[in-house]
T-cell receptor, first 115, second 112 residues
Framework: ETGVTQTPRHLVMGMTNKKSLKCEQH?????MYWYKQSAKKPLELMFV???????ENNSVPSRFSPECPNSSHLFLHLHTLQPEDSALYLC??????????????FGSGTRLTVV | SQQGEEDPQALSIQEGENATMNCSYK?????LQWYRQNSGRGLVHLIL?????REKHSGRLRVTLDTSKKSSSLLITASRAADTASYFC????????????FGSGTRLSIRP
């Protein structure tokens, strides 16, 4: 375990379902991230939360809705997804001091399949 | 875009040989990082090199950074089967230090 825990590890959902991905870290980091990794594509940054405030939303469709209730937890709420949303969703956390980033710690990811 | 681009996209070498991967980026950075990803898993942070550093070592890893050429290289010496993975470079921009952007990665295969 890296210190960043993602659940579930695998998720199969229909296009009309609503589900949530969960990420948890107890590393004392103050920034958390959602990335999407599709086959043969670079990692796509979806959302950035720094000190629990969303500071980045990379034009992600509204069917993805992030939530960061505290510095240790991050959620990604999913609804009415499309088959092309099938991918590995990775959560990461890091420590940011005065604008300087340190290495990211990643979770193992949630493999999402939309049917 | 400040996205790093790795070269080559795929590399296959014999166990025991050295593996060199390169990364180029476009904008000024605070630091550059290298990550490894085993198939279908999360990324593991390998090494971070700051913009004022030229070379860094960690075990069998050696990273260089040339800010004038906006490029970096990752050298893995005496490769092992367990080094088979995808390797990514990632950069953060001075203009937006709250995030890092990953390149497309180099897929490294070590033949026994």
């Amino acid at each position: 375990e890296t210190g960043v825990t993602q659940t579930p590890r695998h998720l199969v959902m229909g296009m009309t379902n609503k589900k949530s991905l969960k990420c948890e870290q107890h590393l004392g980091h103050n920034a958390m991230y959602w990335y999407k990794q599709s086959a043969k594509k670079p990692l796509e940054l979806m959302f950035v939360y720094s000190l629990e405030e969303r500071v980045e939303n990379n034009s992600v469709p509204s069917r993805f809705s992030p939530e960061c209730p505290n510095s240790s937890h991050l959620f990604l709420h999913l609804h009415t997804l499309q088959p092309e949303d099938s991918a590995l969703y990775l959560c990461a956390s890091s420590h940011q001091i005065q604008g300087t980033l340190y290495g990211y710690t990643f979770g193992s990811g949630t493999r999402l399949t939309v049917v | 875009s400040q996205q790093g681009e790795e070269d080559p996209q795929a590399l296959s070498i014999q166990e025991g040989e050295n593996a060199t991967m390169n990364c180029s980026y476009k904008t000024s950075i605070n630091n550059l990082q290298w990550y490894r990803q085993n198939s279908g898993r999360g990324l593991v942070h390998l090494i971070l090199i700051r913009s004022n550093e030229r070379e860094k070592h960690s075990g069998r890893l050696r990273v260089t950074l040339d800010t004038s050429k906006k490029s970096s290289s990752l050298l893995i010496t005496a490769s092992r089967a367990a080094d088979t993975a995808s390797y990514f470079c990632a950069t953060d921009a001075r203009s937006s230090a709250s995030k890092i952007i990953f390149g497309s990665g180099t897929r490294l295969s070590i033949r026994p």
